[in-house]
């Protein structure tokens, strides 16, 4: 008699030896988001953390981590979210739409990844240093300011810069934005900026103020209404009202605009301007992990003058084609986006010369004719051709 148990039986087997190493965690991750089982999930994420730990894929298991830890924040409930072996934290809400005001975080090890940048380093550490020795300081009769304000443009890493302390103090980060706390029912915004401080200042974390200038422009600013200069106000009678246990951070992309009192009120001030080429050479090798090491030199030569996050767009966008196609990274594609400045990119410039010329506007100490032809695979002759055309 035909035996179809024995049959599924050998199926199982076969299908069990060809299956990929990760495919029992992925499985079981699955299902246990399925039955929302938060436990189960975290334990079958850490099972898979480890395995590709062990397999050399540190990169990629602090990007699932990091991932992670970011969508369970996100799918809690926003009265009270909570870490593992942490206490529930309470996000407040708008009263009238009851939107959440702010976005609970957990920063973890992968935050940590980032370097600051030389220049702001030392006033970094500084900055940490007071606030984890504040009991200290305010023993011995002194003020501990733990008020951080960051401005710079787009781009240069404040947010991460958030983050980076956040992970540092081992503490979660409640981020405030300008679209959650700004109402248009007369009065809402400053209720909702004393309920977030309410419930920052109750518990033990970090709130972080992204895009000040929204709540805090100068109230000698002809173009706005009455209600926002109350707003600029209440912010500054909030964070007067606060003790140096709550940790505050600002970051404003646009420092011009804030009104002359909020300046007092935030005793440590870092400007993050674009990158150094030092801190470009570092964010190269953190986002190429290793692949064209010998190049990063000369990567970091060209992408002067760009943001971190411009960097990181051009990357990313190069590893993609690169896994679309089929086709390596190369010095090659890279130097030809970096030259582009992440613009429209097309598969090479118009000409060979075009492109070296433009290289050469970066550099031209740095990118000699030498360089140039070892950086693009051409003869010394070559480039000098190119060049001369």
């Known amino acids: 008699m035909f035996d179809r148990n024995a049959e599924h039986r050998q199926k199982t087997v076969a299908v069990a030896k060809a299956e990929p190493r990760y495919f029992v965690e992925i499985l079981r991750i699955i299902e246990a988001a399925s039955e929302h089982d938060t436990e189960k999930l975290r334990v079958f994420v850490k099972s898979l953390l480890d395995k590709l730990k062990d397999d050399g894929f540190e990169h990629a298991a602090r990007q699932i981590d990091r991932t992670f830890n970011r969508s369970r924040a996100r799918q809690l409930t926003p009265q009270s979210l909570t870490h593992p072996g942490e206490q529930a934290v309470r996000v407040p809400v708008d009263a009238e739409t009851h939107v959440p005001l702010a976005d609970l975080d957990f920063p973890t090890e992968a935050d940590l990844d980032y370097e600051p940048d030389p220049n702001i380093h030392e006033r970094l550490v500084e900055f940490l240093q007071v606030v984890q ?63 977030l401080f309410s419930a920052a200042a109750s518990q033990d974390c970090i709130l972080f103020l992204d895009e000040l200038d929204a709540v805090g422009k100068a109230r000698d600013d002809a173009h706005e209404l009455g209600e926002l200069k ?26 011009h605009l804030l009104d002359p009192a909020i300046w007092r009120r935030f005793p440590s001030h870092i400007r993050i301007g674009l990158p150094s080429q030092a801190f470009r050479l570092a964010l190269f090798r953190r986002f190429l992990r290793g692949s064209l090491s010998e190049s990063f030199e000369a990567f970091a030569q060209a992408a002067v003058g760009m943001s971190g996050a411009k960097i990181r767009e051009i990357v990313t966008r190069e590893q993609i084609q690169s896994v679309l196609h089929d086709e390596p990274l190369t010095t090659r594609g890279m130097m030809i986006a970096l030259t582009l400045s992440g613009g429209s990119r097309e598969p090479c410039p118009q000409t060979t010369g075009s492109l070296l010329r433009a290289i050469k506007q970066r550099n031209r100490a740095y990118f ?12 010394r002759s070559e480039v000098s051709a190119h060049l001369r055309s």
């Open 230 to 255: 109350r707003v600029v106000i209440g912010l500054l009678q909030n964070i007067d009202s606060t003790s140096s246990r709550l940790i505050l951070i600002a970051a404003t992309n646009h420092q």
């Open 368 to 379: 000699t004719n030498v360089r140039l032809a070892n950086l693009l695979g051409l003869s």
């Open 133 to 195: 020795q504040r009991d200290k300081l305010l023993a011995a009769g002194l003020t501990a300011p733990t008020h951080l304000l960051l401005d710079g443009p787009p781009g240069v890493g404040k947010t991460i810069t958030a983050r980076y302390v956040a992970a540092k103090l081992k503490m979660p980060l409640l981020t405030a934005r300008a679209d959650s706390l700004v109402s248009s029912y007369l009065g809402s915004t400053s209720k909702n900026i004393r309920a």
